[in-house]
C-alpha cells in the first residue's frame, strides 16, 4: 500500500484552513453506594481551560500533553458535555459554566465509555441525564476484568478477576491504595466503577441529541472488545467538527498501551471507515491533538499496515522479538514517536494474535453483544500466556480488505 502525506509545513496549513472554515460555518452500579465518596483528583497544578473553537462550540482541556480534552455544546435550551472526566475536574467546569453561561443548565452528558477517566464526575451535574451506548451498560455491569479491562496496561493476568499490586501498571500504581477500599489488598472491577453513574439513555449503532434547535450525532464504535467496545464518538454537523475518544491523535504513533485497549486492530479501523463516512473538517482527540479528515484516513491506513506487516511476519514463523526488529512502516517515520512507539505497536498486535480469544469461548457468562458494521468477530478477551501457541481467530490476525 502507498501513502502519501503532505510535508510538515504543508500539513499545519491543512489544519489551519480546516480551522478557517470552522469559524466561518455556521442509576450507578451496584457497589457505588457505599464507596461512592472515593475522589479520583488530577494531577497536582493540573492545567485548565475552556476556549471557544467555532460557534456556541467550547473545548475544554486538562493538563498539557497527552492530557484530556472534552467537549462543550452551548444551546438556547442547555448545554451538552462530553465526558467529566473526575469529580474535581467536573466541579472546575461547572464554576466555569456558571460564571460564562449563567442560568443554563448542562441537560446532556454524553457518556463515551465506562472507563473511569472518561466517567467519574457526572454526580456533579444532578439534572443531567447521561447519555450512552447499550454495551457501557453491560461492561459497567460485568463488573468483569476481562471483558471490561480498565484504562492502561493493567491485565487480570491469573484470571481471578481482580488486581494484587503485581498486575497493576501506568496510574493504578501510585492510585492503588486510592481504589482498594476495602483494603484487601486487592483491586476489583466495582471498587473501579464506583461512583460511575449508569447512563440514564442509552442505544446501539447511532443516536440523535436535540437541544434548543441543535442537533448532535452519536456514532458508537462497531467494535465489542475491550475498552473501545460500544465506545461513542460525537459529531457536531453544524459545526462540522468530529470529537474522538482514545487513541486516535494525529500524524503520531500512539504507544499501543493495553494490547490497543484489548481490541483487534480491525474493530480499529472497522470504526475509523465508520467516522471517515461523516462530513467533518476536523476531529478533536481526547487525548493529545487536533487532526484533519486526512489526518485520521492516514491513521486508518497506519493501523492497515500494521496488522498486514504483523500478520505477514507471523505467517513466516517470526518471532515476537524478529517482528520487533524487522518489520518498518517508512511511510510513517515522520510521525512523532516513531522511532520510540512503533515496537510496542507491533507488539500489542502480536500480543491480538496470540493471547487473545473469543470472550464467550471462556466461558465468562457474559452477554451476547452483536458487533456493528464492518466487524465480523465478536468480542475477545485476554486469555493469557497459556493461548500462546493456540489457534487465534482469524478476525483477529487477518488483516482488514
Request: hydrophobic share 40%; net charge neutral.
Given at each position: 500500500?502507498?501513502?502519501r502525506f503532505p510535508?510538515?509545513?504543508?500539513?499545519?496549513?491543512?489544519?489551519?484552513?480546516?480551522?478557517?472554515a470552522?469559524?466561518?460555518?455556521a442509576?450507578?452500579?451496584?457497589?457505588?453506594?457505599?464507596?461512592?465518596?472515593?475522589?479520583?483528583?488530577?494531577?497536582?497544578a493540573?492545567?485548565?481551560?475552556?476556549?471557544?473553537?467555532t460557534?456556541?462550540?467550547?473545548?475544554?482541556?486538562?493538563g498539557a500533553?497527552?492530557?484530556?480534552?472534552q467537549?462543550v455544546?452551548v444551546?438556547?435550551?442547555?448545554?451538552?458535555?462530553?465526558?467529566t472526566e473526575?469529580t474535581a475536574?467536573?466541579?472546575w467546569l461547572?464554576?466555569q459554566?456558571?460564571?460564562?453561561?449563567?442560568?443554563?443548565?448542562v441537560?446532556y452528558?454524553?457518556?463515551?465509555?465506562?472507563?473511569?477517566?472518561h466517567?467519574?464526575g457526572?454526580?456533579?451535574?444532578?439534572?443531567?441525564?447521561?447519555?450512552?451506548?447499550d454495551e457501557?451498560?453491560?461492561k459497567l455491569?460485568s463488573l468483569?476484568?476481562?471483558?471490561?479491562p480498565p484504562?492502561g496496561?493493567?491485565?487480570d493476568l491469573?484470571?481471578?478477576?481482580?488486581?494484587?499490586?503485581?498486575e497493576a501498571?501506568?496510574?493504578?500504581?501510585?492510585?492503588f491504595d486510592?481504589f482498594?477500599?476495602?483494603?484487601d489488598?486487592?483491586?476489583?472491577?466495582a471498587?473501579?466503577?464506583?461512583g460511575i453513574?449508569?447512563?440514564?439513555?442509552?442505544?446501539t449503532?447511532?443516536?440523535?441529541?436535540?437541544?434548543?434547535?441543535r442537533?448532535?450525532?452519536?456514532i458508537?464504535?462497531p467494535?465489542r472488545s475491550?475498552?473501545v467496545?460500544?465506545?461513542v464518538?460525537?459529531?457536531f454537523?453544524?459545526?462540522?467538527?468530529?470529537?474522538?475518544n482514545?487513541?486516535?491523535?494525529?500524524?503520531r504513533?500512539?504507544?499501543?498501551?493495553?494490547n490497543f485497549d484489548?481490541?483487534p486492530?480491525?474493530e480499529?479501523?472497522?470504526?475509523?471507515?465508520?467516522?471517515?463516512?461523516?462530513d467533518y473538517?476536523?476531529?478533536?482527540?481526547?487525548?493529545w491533538?487536533d487532526?484533519?479528515?486526512?489526518d485520521?484516513v492516514?491513521?486508518?491506513n497506519?493501523?492497515r499496515?500494521l496488522?498486514?506487516?504483523v500478520?505477514k511476519?507471523?505467517?513466516?514463523?517470526?518471532?515476537?522479538?524478529?517482528?520487533?526488529?524487522t518489520?518498518?512502516?517508512?511511510?510513517?517515520s515522520?510521525?512523532?514517536?516513531?522511532?520510540?512507539?512503533?515496537p510496542a505497536?507491533?507488539?500489542?498486535?502480536?500480543n491480538l494474535?496470540?493471547?487473545?480469544r473469543s470472550?464467550?469461548?471462556?466461558?465468562?457468562?457474559?452477554?451476547?453483544?452483536?458487533?456493528?458494521?464492518?466487524?465480523?468477530?465478536e468480542?475477545?478477551?485476554?486469555y493469557?500466556?497459556g493461548?500462546?501457541?493456540?489457534k487465534?481467530?482469524?478476525a483477529?490476525?487477518r488483516?482488514?480488505q
Amino acid at each position: 500500500m502507498s501513502n502519501r502525506f503532505p510535508p510538515a509545513a504543508l500539513r499545519a496549513l491543512v489544519a489551519l484552513l480546516a480551522m478557517a472554515a470552522l469559524m466561518c460555518a455556521a442509576g450507578t452500579t451496584q457497589a457505588s453506594a457505599a464507596a461512592g465518596a472515593r475522589v479520583r483528583t488530577p494531577p497536582a497544578a493540573q492545567q485548565r481551560w475552556m476556549r471557544r473553537l467555532t460557534g456556541d462550540l467550547y473545548r475544554v482541556q486538562y493538563g498539557a500533553g497527552e492530557g484530556y480534552q472534552q467537549m462543550v455544546y452551548v444551546t438556547p435550551a442547555g448545554i451538552i458535555l462530553t465526558d467529566t472526566e473526575n469529580t474535581a475536574d467536573a466541579q472546575w467546569l461547572k464554576d466555569q459554566l456558571a460564571h460564562r453561561f449563567p442560568g443554563k443548565s448542562v441537560r446532556y452528558i454524553i457518556m463515551s465509555h465506562y472507563h473511569f477517566d472518561h466517567a467519574l464526575g457526572t454526580q456533579v451535574f444532578p439534572e443531567a441525564k447521561v447519555v450512552s451506548s447499550d454495551e457501557t451498560v453491560k461492561k459497567l455491569r460485568s463488573l468483569n476484568l476481562r471483558y471490561a479491562p480498565p484504562p492502561g496496561n493493567s491485565i487480570d493476568l491469573n484470571g481471578d478477576n481482580k488486581f494484587s499490586r503485581s498486575e497493576a501498571r501506568n496510574f493504578l500504581i501510585p492510585e492503588f491504595d486510592q481504589f482498594d477500599t476495602n483494603k484487601d489488598g486487592f483491586v476489583d472491577a466495582a471498587e473501579l466503577n464506583a461512583g460511575i453513574h449508569i447512563p440514564d439513555i442509552t442505544f446501539t449503532g447511532r443516536k440523535t441529541l436535540t437541544l434548543g434547535g441543535r442537533r448532535v450525532e452519536l456514532i458508537e464504535r462497531p467494535g465489542r472488545s475491550g475498552g473501545v467496545g460500544g465506545m461513542v464518538d460525537t459529531y457536531f454537523p453544524a459545526e462540522k467538527v468530529l470529537f474522538v475518544n482514545d487513541y486516535m491523535p494525529p500524524h503520531r504513533v500512539y504507544p499501543g498501551w493495553a494490547n490497543f485497549d484489548h481490541a483487534p486492530l480491525n474493530e480499529w479501523i472497522a470504526a475509523i471507515d465508520q467516522l471517515n463516512s461523516l462530513d467533518y473538517l476536523m476531529y478533536v482527540s481526547a487525548h493529545w491533538d487536533d487532526g484533519t479528515k486526512q489526518d485520521l484516513v492516514n491513521l486508518g491506513n497506519f493501523y492497515r499496515d500494521l496488522q498486514a506487516a504483523v500478520s505477514k511476519g507471523m505467517a513466516e514463523g517470526k518471532s515476537e522479538q524478529e517482528l520487533e526488529r524487522t518489520i518498518e512502516l517508512d511511510a510513517y517515520s515522520d510521525w512523532a514517536d516513531y522511532a520510540q512507539n512503533l515496537p510496542a505497536n507491533i507488539a500489542s498486535a502480536y500480543n491480538l494474535a496470540t493471547l487473545y480469544r473469543s470472550c464467550a469461548s471462556m466461558g465468562l457468562g457474559l452477554p451476547a453483544s452483536k458487533p456493528g458494521p464492518g466487524v465480523t468477530n465478536e468480542a475477545v478477551c485476554y486469555y493469557g500466556p497459556g493461548a500462546r501457541g493456540s489457534k487465534p481467530s482469524a478476525a483477529v490476525t487477518r488483516p482488514a480488505q
